[in-house]
């Protein structure tokens, strides 16, 4: 007591110990607000083990169980959902808007309700709760799209998407298949296609559309015609509401949606997922995010992604399970990034394609050589700590160069998961750096439900695809025609868990082609196990081909080259096992190439300098794309398709290099 009277009543201290004191004062300050590292979930030099029969799993997996869900309370899709209604306190679900105006929000509870309301409208018209009921659902990503699927699952019944650009054979071949005698269309002319489908007598299983938006009465008359009932959406929810039924819950082995591969070639299949996988699939993911970046109620997801791929539908169990929410795009690729700003989400699933962007905008922006040497220094200093271990978005160098990247994004991301198709290693560290986020890299398909490995929290290492998920382990199986052998660390990457698919919907040959007899998926993909335990893809059994000299060629690899170069959109390279060398279809850059082309001295519109090319190689002025049928929904290349298209272009291509 006596020191402190003494130091209350002492003289003011001198200027020097002013600045002793401040400076302490702001030791402690940084001290207790700096990041902390993030702790990996693995030991990062050892991320793997093996086990028996050659296979390896994550050396976070306590025992040799594999795991089927995440929450005790939810083993369903239909469980998922409700648990999160509790989780969230019936908070904000489903979210939507319009043309600059904030996003509107359905709660939790009303999400149930009206699935509830539908589901009984489906079963009042003569539906049969039951995982041998199927219901197509035609339509993009909206609010709608998971009131129709929830209503499938309260009553036991199988979501079937369809996909926007599938075209007229695709849907008759997968509403025949499935015996799909209800479709739940958002749009006029989508129940326009059905119906002119069914007039041709194409599709006599369909007896029933359903519209989310206004229609224009005379539908109905011409559905009546051929013997399809038009209704509205709204319609049969009132109906349900007035003869309500309780739920049928589904049990985790049952079927819950059948996802047809809009593939490259062929016909679509129908992979048969059972709730189990999809639960099991996102159960994976929560255990490898770990407590740091697993969801909670406050967080919020946009949805652009199709919902029709099972990348998008992983992520939403995740949310949903979690209470959390998702906002929906307005239906405008080109508006995403005003949906971005106003949605401000948190966690932020995205395919490569769109981060490639990103980086491209970066670098562009960089045009002097003072900007350049700030960028890359910045990013240098960044990654530093993203080495470390330290994610962080409030550093002097995103205070002066990131911000504005991070603000196209919402400004708060904290979480991204990448996936789809590959990165490239470069763009991924740079993007680790400059968005202040953990970035996760995700590899699977849809006979795996989505994903089978998963970059581990805590590893900044780029050009890999991560461990398998605890859902799941993997093996890698000689290709020895590509003179791949497992006993090197390389093969075909193969896959056994809880996340793997049922089959092919009345497929059995398709069905025997994917999986063994053992039960082990065959992806088609080559992988390498590196010297951490992760695993790498480095080859493509299927998209292969020999050249007349004998020679083996991976296109997508040499596209993946190629499509680096600043003035280049797209590639589509081509080979004939008739000819000795290769070809291509190369897309510029619309807004990079008439200034790299002036820089040579050469003016003129995209189209004319297209023209002005070389004789090996054709530009083509048009992007690839989903609309114009040469990119699949995932964003791969229809090579089939993509051949057909530029036959003559192809065939002019050769004659000149002969």
């Known amino acids: 007591m006596e020191s402190l009277f003494q130091f209350l009543f002492s003289p003011l201290p001198t200027p020097a110990l002013i600045s002793i004191f401040i400076l302490g004062a702001a030791v402690l300050l940084w001290l207790n607000s700096r990041q902390k590292p993030v702790t990996p979930s693995v030991d990062l030099n050892r991320q793997t083990v093996g ?88 339509a993009q990503n909206r609010p709608e799209w998971i009131i129709s699927e929830l209503a499938c699952y309260t009553y036991s ?13 695709a849907l008759v071949f997968i509403i025949n298949r499935a015996d799909i005698s209800t479709v739940l269309c958002d749009k006029q002319e989508k129940a326009e296609l059905l119906l002119s489908n069914c007039e041709k007598e194409l599709t ?38 007035d003869n309500k039924k309780d739920p049928v819950p589904p049990k985790p082995e049952d079927l819950c949606i059948v996802c047809f591969t809009s593939g490259t070639t062929g016909d679509p299949k129908g992979a048969m997922l059972t709730h189990e996988n999809v639960v099991s699939n996102a159960a994976g993911v929560l255990r490898s995010f770990e407590r740091s970046f697993a969801p909670v109620p406050q967080d919020v997801s946009i949805s652009f992604l199709p919902l029709a791929h099972m990348f998008e539908r992983v992520v939403q169990t995740a949310m949903y399970g979690a209470g959390a929410r998702v906002g929906f795009f307005q239906g405008d690729i ?31 922006g960089a045009q002097t050589p003072f900007k350049k040497w700030l960028l890359n220094f910045a990013v240098e200093r960044k990654h530093l700590e993203v080495k470390q271990g330290i994610i ?37 560290s740079f993007l680790r750096a400059c968005l202040g986020c953990q970035i996760f890299e995700a590899y699977g398909q849809t006979e795996c439900t989505a994903g089978c490995t998963f970059s581990a929290s805590g590893d900044w290492t780029s050009g890999h695809v991560g461990i398998p998920l605890p859902c799941n382990i993997v093996k890698l199986v000689d290709v020895e025609e590509m003179n791949y ?30 999986l063994d007899k053992d039960g082990w998926l065959h992806t088609g993909d080559i992988g390498k196990w590196l010297a951490s335990g992760v695993l790498k893809i480095i080859d493509r059994k299927k998209n292969i081909f020999k050249l007349a000299q004998g020679e083996y ?35 510029p850059d619309p807004e990079v190439l008439p200034g790299f ?61 002969q």
């Open 51 to 138: 086990i028996q029969g050659g296979a390896r799993k994550s050396t976070a997996m306590e025992n040799d169980n594999l795991i089927s869900y995440y929450y005790e309370d939810a083993r369903t899709l239909y469980e998922v959902f409700q648990r999160g209604l509790h989780a969230s306190g019936n908070g904000p679900c489903l979210g939507y808007r319009k043309p600059g105006q904030p996003y509107q929000w359905l709660k939790y509870k009303q999400v149930s309700d009206r699935a509830q309301h539908l589901g009984s409208g489906l079963l009042h018209r003569g539906l049969c709760p039951s995982p041998d009921q199927f219901i197509g659902i035609f």
């Open 157 to 169: 019944m199988v979501a079937v998407p369809l996909y926007d650009t599938l075209g007229p054979e």
């Open 204 to 241: 006599p299983v369909l007896n029933t559309i359903i519209l989310m938006d206004a229609f224009d009465p005379d539908l109905i008359d011409r559905g009546s015609k051929c013997g399809v009932d038009v209704l509205s959406l709204r319609e049969v929810e009132t109906l349900g509401k």
């Open 485 to 514: 052998f497992a006993a090197n660390g390389e093969g075909e990457v193969c896959i056994k868990g809880k996340n793997v698919f049922r089959g092919y919907l009345k497929d059995e040959d398709k069905t025997a082609e994917a």
């Open 553 to 587: 060629i991976a296109p997508e690899k040499i596209e993946n080259v190629y499509v680096r170069s600043g003035p280049v959109a797209q590639v589509f390279v081509h080979g004939d096992s008739l000819q000795a060398c290769l070809v291509g279809i190369v897309v």
């Open 597 to 657: 082309a002036a820089k040579l001295g050469v003016e003129g519109s995209l189209e004319k300098l297209c023209k002005n090319q070389v004789k090996d190689l054709h530009l083509h002025p048009e992007q690839f794309s989903i609309e114009n049928g040469l990119l699949t929904p995932t964003l791969k290349a229809k090579r089939a398709d993509l051949t057909k298209f530029f036959k003559l272009q192809i065939d002019s291509l050769y004659a000149n290099v």
């Open 334 to 364: 080109r508006l995403l990034p005003d949906d971005m700003k106003t949605l401000q989400p948190t966690i932020f699933p995205v395919v490569p394609r769109l981060l490639n962007r990103v980086y491209d905008r970066v670098q562009s």
């Open 392 to 428: 962080r978005n409030n550093s002097i160098w995103d205070r002066l160069v990131f911000h504005k990247v991070q603000e196209t994004l919402g400004g708060r991301v904290r979480v991204m998961v990448t996936g789809a198709a590959p990165i490239s290693p470069s763009v991924l």
